[in-house]
């Protein structure tokens, strides 16, 4: 009688061990292929795109001439975002690329910097436009497009994906236009207030005070016409990195 209880307990502790190992396997096994909901969540970053804008016209080409301006960009802004590999689109006016041919290469060389179209000679396309001189015709608005898209491709290598308006100036119509030569216009954004300002710190809060996720912002390439924006933008992209924010070409 013994002999049988004994071997009935013998049984019941091998029947649990086995079943032990069976769930053990079942819930490693489960937990392989179903991992903790918290390891499937990606941390998705936020998104800030900067945009510089390099303008030139003929009034400015003048100066240039003249040696009134030395010149029409920050080189340490340039540098800037060339040695910190900050992601950002330059939009360029078709004159200042033919002013600065080098430059345009140099900085089409860099992956993370993208050439954009600015027209040619940054005409307003409807009035007012900040003092700019204004065109009128759809013939005349195409040239100062295909103009630049071709010059911009040419030194770059590149076809432009992207055009901005002059002063931001356009209508719907004018966005048609830009469409039919395959270009996207980006015209909305963020203004930085960088325009001939000399204070780094208004355009700093004007972008901090507004930023947020996929913002696009509108600055110039430094220059007489945007004094102090090669010192506000180091501020400006510290003070993003700190928030969490990454930065993308459009």
């Known amino acids: 009688m ?24 079942i819930y490693l096994i489960n937990k392989r292929e179903n ?7 990606k941390i998705e970053s936020k998104v800030v795109y900067l945009t510089f804008d390099a303008d030139m016209t003929p009034f400015m080409k003048k100066k240039l001439d003249t040696g009134i301006v030395s010149s029409y ?7 800037y975002l060339e040695n910190e590999k900050i992601p950002a689109t330059v939009f360029v006016t078709g004159m200042f690329a033919e002013i600065y041919p080098n430059l345009i290469k140099e900085m089409s060389k860099y992956p993370y910097i993208e050439v954009a179209n600015h027209t040619y000679d ?12 204004v065109i ?3 013939k005349e608005k195409i040239q100062e497009m295909e103009k630049t898209q071709k010059i911009l491709t040419t030194l770059t290598g590149h076809i432009p994906k992207y055009f901005r308006h002059p002063g931001l100036c356009h209508d719907n119509h004018d966005d048609i236009l830009a469409q039919r030569l395959g270009l996207i216009v980006s015209d909305d954004g963020l203004t930085s207030e960088d325009a001939f300002d000399k204070n780094p710190n208004t355009i700093i ?10 913002s696009i912002v509108i600055m110039h390439l430094g220059g007489p016409n945007a004094p102090a924006i090669d010192v506000a933008i180091k501020t400006i992209v510290s003070k993003l990195k700190d928030q969490g924010y990454i930065f993308k070409t459009l």
């Not at 013994?2 to 396997?25: D, M």
């Not at 991992?35 to 969540?41: C, L, Q, R, V």
């Not at 809060?205 to 996929?214: E, F, P, R, S, T």
């Open 136 to 138: 009128n015709t759809d």
């Open 35 to 41: 991992p903790p909901i918290e390891e499937n969540i």
């Open 73 to 79: 960009y920050s080189r340490e802004l340039v540098s």
């Open 122 to 133: 940054h005409p307003g396309f409807e009035v007012p436009c900040y003092g700019l001189s």
């Open 2 to 25: 013994k002999k049988l209880y004994k071997k009935r307990v013998s049984l019941v502790r091998s029947f649990l061990i086995i079943l032990f190992i069976i769930i053990i396997g």
């Open 205 to 214: 809060k004007a972008v901090l005070n507004n930023i947020h996720d996929g």
